[in-house]
């Protein structure tokens, strides 16, 4: 089983950056789509970003029309790592930010919040 930690987030004024960082342990991670959801307050999860295993699909990356030309999603699977660059951050993209296989078959990790105000 999978098991996944997330890290990076944090407070940033709007216009800024950060990278958010997954880290998956266990087997199972390399042929699975991955994925970076979150969750406002009072708002369902939802899926932003995701990216197809390097290994078999080549790594194509899909967005949500919200973060399209914001954000970008990588990974590296021989270190069972997915990271999510987040450039020009808006109030709106406040959130617990978690990471996923695309659909969701992993137990949750703990997420790591994103706060963007001035």
């Known amino acids: 089983q999978v098991q996944l930690v997330e890290s990076g987030g944090g407070l940033v004024q709007p216009g800024g950056s950060l990278r958010l960082s997954c880290a998956a342990s266990?087997?199972?991670?390399?042929?699975?789509?991955m994925g970076w959801y979150r969750q406002a307050p009072g708002k369902q999860r939802e899926l932003v970003a995701s990216?197809?295993?390097?290994?078999?699909?080549?790594?194509?990356?899909t967005y949500a029309d919200s973060v399209k030309g914001r954000f970008t999603i990588s990974r590296d699977n021989a270190g069972n790592m997915v990271w999510l660059q987040m450039n020009s951050l808006k109030p709106e993209d406040t959130a617990v930010y978690y990471c996923?296989?695309?659909?969701?078959?992993?137990?949750w990790g703990q997420g790591t919040q994103v706060t963007v105000s001035s």
């Open positions: 996923n296989a695309v659909p969701p078959r992993f137990d």
């Open positions: 266990g087997s199972g991670f390399r042929l699975n789509a």
């Open positions: 990216i197809t295993s390097i290994t078999v699909f080549g790594g194509r990356t």
